[in-house]
């Protein structure tokens, strides 16, 4: 919503910005080539000429068109990529009816696959709790619980709960950075036109969308670590 909305507010002023822009390059290009002490051939101008030209009418073109064609061609299959190395890592499985097609829908995917693992160690300690309480309990009492199993359950139980408090504070960051790099598509499609701004800004947008992908599949990979190692601790 933030992509479309910053896209419908932004491409005519974008649009508007490249012509002015690509105007004064050609100002100064030409009055640079007029100046010039040495003698240059005037095919290298009509040259650099067109090749500018060229990559203004293609982002003329992007800007004009429908932003989810943008998205689907260039952002999706990068983002889509590695929420499902995220998804693979913490179910162990491509993903069940196959990899859903929206980053959107991934994002989701991948949230749910990892609170799945934290639910199953709060399973596991209850478990544990249970067996504490009614099985192992001393002399078949309930109120004086087997300590071991005890404290097994206790400890499943607060890791779960940090987990659960944890992950999504540390989610927040990703989602703000991918929110703030959709809502810049505009500029950085913009900002393409010239070597000067697409050095300056294209690479600070796409490194946004970047760092928001490697938080979740390392943020992934982190929890699928700690909930092993927790779900092995009860047979250690």
Known sequence: SIAKASYTSLAGAMVTLVIIGMALWLAMTILKFISAFDVKEPRILVKTIFN????????????????????DLIVTPVFNTGMALAQLV????????????????????TIQSIQGKILDIMTLGSTSLCVAFFKESYWKLWFLPHVGYLLVGVILWLSAFLLMVIYPWLLIDSILQLSVASALIPVAIAAYAFPITRKKYVTKVWETFMTAMFTFLFLSIVIFIITTGIELTPSL
Not at 54 to 67: E, G, P, Q, T, Y
């Open 52 to 71: 500018q030209a060229f990559v203004v009418f293609v982002v003329v073109v992007i800007l004009r068109s429908d932003i989810q064609e943008f998205i």
């Open 90 to 109: 913490t179910s162990g499985q491509t993903g069940h009816g196959g990899i859903p097609s929206s980053i959107g829908n991934n994002i989701l995917c």
